[in-house]
């Protein structure tokens, strides 16, 4: 798939040392002033809301990576995302598990699922993907509300987690601490989007790619087009769980609501919103994703405006804000040195 | 009558019943989902917002039904979604033509989710309910087994709807354009067929099924806000099964997509949400194309 939406930033050959260091010292830079600074400046509201918007914007990395890479749209993260807070809260609850046990056998399960599914939908074309994708989310909402699982689920009502013990020396309850979970959200925000840059720098981002511009003439290359785009699924899944092990270490309670579809349309929103090639316009399109949902989602409005901003962004920007802002900025250096 | 009699003319009626039910819903699914797959195979794009569509046709239909009756909804509302699909046509996919097939889904999505919302705006968040005309409530009783008339009246329906399209796609001029397009745009264009003017009738009849299901839904079903997305995903699924942009295979696979619901919900209550999508996987499992073949009912 080609067109303005897939625009990977593939870098000159020369200069690509000295933008890695570079990078690499932004995103150091970056991690850790992005961690203190904000919880001194903000109150607990707007690191409250900033939180949830790197949660979203990871989410976001998620379905942008696999949208830039492999030109799939994938419209079941809310599944596990919420699904990850579910396998938490059940294991802490009914299975009586220590947080960090809780958390490696969720992280686990949702491998283990989405390595299952990935296996089977990942063959299909792009636009089956789409299709199944939003079919194997809504089986996840629909399997949380069932009868036989309510004493598990808790069903329409959700379910408040038992929080005590701690992971790596934290102890649980302070998770719900807004300035602690920013700087905790902003370094595993940065480190994933370090990450899937990295990722698609690397062989694999290489392959998925061409894979993407053209499956047969690879696999008639001798190259297997199935695990790569295997093994990406089950990564960008891996990340849209850690975002749900996070939220609900935060939230203590998950409902159904986090694994409906509105949750996986903001997710897509933010990606759009600030444009899917490279890392950090998802995060940036999570961040300001929250602050407009705060604005205008009392009175209403924010399914409304998902949808509008989905037609916006695709018919009249399709590179996001960081790639329009990035282009523009380059048009006018491009014309002060003809000057 | 011996007793081992009885049980067998039971267990003949539960499967009599069974059958009837599925293709009552089957028909629904039918007329949504070839409107889908005809779309995708004209324009290779799959419109995510068929779900929206088939909640305003249902929603309009509830308002006429209260006014002027069921039969006025069910003949005024397909011509105002035939309107809505030129719109349809003429604002998001002719303008869009030349973007990726992914790009135009996910416009249809949001479009979709525009839609909805401004239905849920206007009529608020409860469910509605349409009652059915006289003739139509009630039930009948054949060969001692009572069912509703209605459900006879929406299999009626949706054999009839399979039937005019199939009639159509086989013995009229336009029928074999739109499967000339659908099974190679290039050539087909070479021969001289207007796509796009072929495009605007397809979009247009693919909305009015949509209406036609709405309307039709509305005393079979309950009205209510959730009712696009459940539908859409259904849809999907069918549309998946039956191989992407199959007619065949999507009736096909809406007649097995209704009968596994519907059995389903008789013999596993507990996991009936569960059963379609238990379906799709397995017919992934064994045929990760759908199991049609064609393009468009080739």
């Known amino acids: 798939m080609t067109g303005d939406l897939q625009r990977t930033a593939t870098g000159a050959p020369g200069g690509q040392l000295s933008r890695i260091s570079l990078v690499l010292s932004g995103g150091a830079i970056a991690l850790v002033a992005g961690a203190l600074v904000p919880t001194y400046l903000a109150g607990d509201f707007v690191l409250r809301l900033g939180s949830e918007g790197l949660l979203l914007g990871m989410l976001a990395l998620s379905v942008a990576f696999m949208m830039n890479q492999a030109g799939l749209v994938a419209l079941g993260a ?236 695709i018919v009249v920007f399709p590179r996001g804000v960081v790639g329009g802002v990035s282009s523009a900025l380059r048009r006018f250096g491009s014309r002060r040195e003809m000057s | 009558m011996p007793p081992r009699d009885a049980s067998r003319q039971k267990s003949a009626a539960v499967i009599a019943l069974l059958i009837a039910n599925s293709l009552a819903l089957a028909s629904l699914l039918i007329m949504l989902s070839s409107g889908l797959a005809l779309i995708y195979g004209l324009r290779d794009v799959i419109n995510f917002g068929h779900g929206a569509i088939y909640m305003l046709g249902a929603y309009i239909g509830y308002t006429i039904a209260l006014v002027g009756g069921f039969w006025l909804a069910l003949f005024l ?133 949509a209406g036609i299901a709405g309307v039709l839904a509305g005393p079979y079903l309950s009205i209510d806000p959730g009712m696009d997305i459940t539908m859409i995903v259904n849809c999907l699924i069918i549309v998946v099964i039956g191989g992407t942009g199959s007619i065949g295979g999507a009736i096909v696979a809406a007649l097995l997509f209704g009968l596994v619901q519907v059995a389903g919900s008789v013999f596993l209550p507990n996991l009936a949400s569960l059963v379609p999508y238990i379906l799709l996987m397995i017919v992934l499992l064994i045929a990760p194309g759908g199991i049609g073949r064609g393009r468009v009912l080739s």
């Open chain 1, 78 to 313: 809310a599944s596990i995302y919420g699904g990850a807070g579910y396998l938490f809260a059940i294991g802490m609850s009914d299975g009586g598990l220590t947080p960090a046990v809780a958390l490696c056998v969720g992280f686990l399960v949702i491998v283990a699922y989405a390595a299952v599914l990935g296996a089977l939908i990942v063959r299909t074309n792009p636009l089956a993907f789409m299709m199944l994708t939003l079919a194997a989310g809504e089986m996840i909402s629909h399997a949380v509300l069932l009868e036989g699982l309510r004493d598990y689920t808790g069903g329409a009502d959700g379910l408040v987690v038992r929080m005590n013990g701690s992971i790596l020396g934290i102890d649980v309850a302070e998770f719900a601490d807004p300035a602690r979970f920013w700087s905790l959200a902003w370094i595993v925000t940065v480190l994933v989007g370090l990450a899937f840059w990295s990722l698609g720098r690397s062989r694999l981002g290489a392959i998925l790619r061409a894979v993407r511009e053209n499956e047969e003439r690879m696999r008639f290359s001798g190259f297997n087009t199935f695990v790569p785009r295997l093994v990406a699924y089950v990564l960008v899944n891996a990340v849209a769980a850690i975002a749900g092990f996070l939220h609900v270490l935060n939230a203590g309670f998950v409902s159904p609501e986090s694994l409906g579809l509105s949750v996986s349309t903001n997710a897509l929103v933010a990606a759009l919103m600030g444009g899917i090639a490279g890392s950090l316009g998802p995060i940036l399109g999570g961040l300001i994703f929250s602050f407009a949902q705060d604005e205008f989602g009392a009175r209403g409005l924010t399914q409304l405006l998902t949808g509008v901003a989905i037609v916006l962004f």
């Open chain 2, 77 to 209: 509302v397909p011509i105002l979604l035939a309107l809505l699909g030129i719109v349809f046509e003429y604002l998001a996919l002719r303008p869009l033509q030349r973007r990726t097939h992914i790009e135009v889904a996910l416009v249809t999505l949001g479009l979709g989710i525009i839609l909805g919302q401004i239905i849920i705006f206007f009529y608020g968040g409860e469910a509605r309910s349409v009652d059915a005309p006289k003739i139509l409530s009630g039930s009948i009783t054949v060969l001692n087994l009572s069912y509703p008339v209605y459900r006879l009246f929406l299999i009626v329906m949706g054999l009839g709807s399979c039937a005019l399209l199939a009639l159509w796609l086989r013995c009229t001029p336009s029928g074999l354009y739109v499967r000339a397009v659908s099974q190679d745009p290039s050539v087909a264009r070479m021969m001289g067929i207007n796509a796009d003017r072929l495009s605007l009738l397809v979009t247009s009849l693919s909305t009015a099924f």
